[in-house]
């Protein structure tokens, strides 16, 4: 039982480029969140998915997107990388949203330049 | 002013030491409240899940909401080194604010042998 897995687990950007952070989650949760953290700021929410087919914005969407793509996997974009962007980037899953404790995965540790 | 307010510490105790973690919130609606536990270039793991006023214990750990205060606290008995890791503080209203869970900033916690 993996829980919340992310991919990749670093990865270094120039300003401008694209990608996708990858998610998926083998507890058949119902809710999936992305958050990041930054020193001094905490865990902030990006976007969260309270169901499969639903996505809502959180604390700080600007310059990102997100998919849910089905129950288990969850999937955030950012389009044009800035260097504000530096982050850690947590996924997290609860079973339903609004009662339920957060499990979350290892993190991705991103760097734009 | 944050919503939930964690004093980053750190905090240094000798092994055996009786831990006392805090955090106050500002946001009357929170129902459910949370202490997360990290260990560095890991994911924030549930520690302990509590609804409304009230204690709960288990094992080493006994956290404690006092909603009339709006404080939260995390007791560990007996700390070991094993407990040294970052602890995050967070509440959430519950309903529809479904998986907005508010953080404090954590508190670096080192048991030292």
């Known amino acids: 039982n993996a829980g919340v897995t992310q991919t990749p687990k670093f990865q270094v950007l120039k300003t401008g480029q694209s990608m996708t952070l990858q998610c998926a989650q083998d507890m058949n949760h119902n809710s999936m969140y992305w958050y990041r953290q930054d020193p001094g700021m905490g865990l902030r929410l990006i976007y969260y998915?309270?169901?499969?087919?639903?996505?809502d914005k959180g604390e700080v969407p600007n310059g990102y997107n997100v998919s849910r793509l089905n129950k288990r996997e969850f999937s955030l974009r950012l389009e044009s990388a800035a260097p504000s962007q530096t982050s850690v980037y947590f996924c997290?899953?609860?079973?339903?949203?609004?009662?339920?404790?957060?499990?979350f995965g290892n993190g991705t540790r991103l760097t734009v330049t | 002013q944050k919503e939930v307010e964690q004093d980053p510490g750190p905090l240094s105790v000798p092994e055996g030491a009786i831990v006392s973690l805090n955090c106050t919130y500002s946001?009357?609606?929170?129902?459910?409240f949370m202490w997360y536990r990290q260990y560095s270039r890991k994911g924030p793991e549930l520690l302990m899940y509590?609804?409304?006023?009230g204690n709960k214990e288990d094992g080493r750990f006994t956290a404690q909401v006092d909603k009339s205060s709006k404080y939260i606290s995390l007791f560990i008995r007996d700390s070991q080194p094993s407990d040294s890791a970052t602890y995050l503080c967070a509440a959430n209203a519950g309903g529809t604010s479904y998986g907005k869970l508010t953080f404090g900033q954590g508190t670096i916690l080192t048991v030292h042998p």
């Open positions: 509590t609804y409304s006023s």
């Open positions: 998915s309270a169901s499969e087919g639903t996505t």
């Open positions: 997290a899953s609860s079973e339903e949203a609004g009662v339920s404790p957060l499990h």
């Open positions: 946001n009357s609606a929170f129902q459910y």
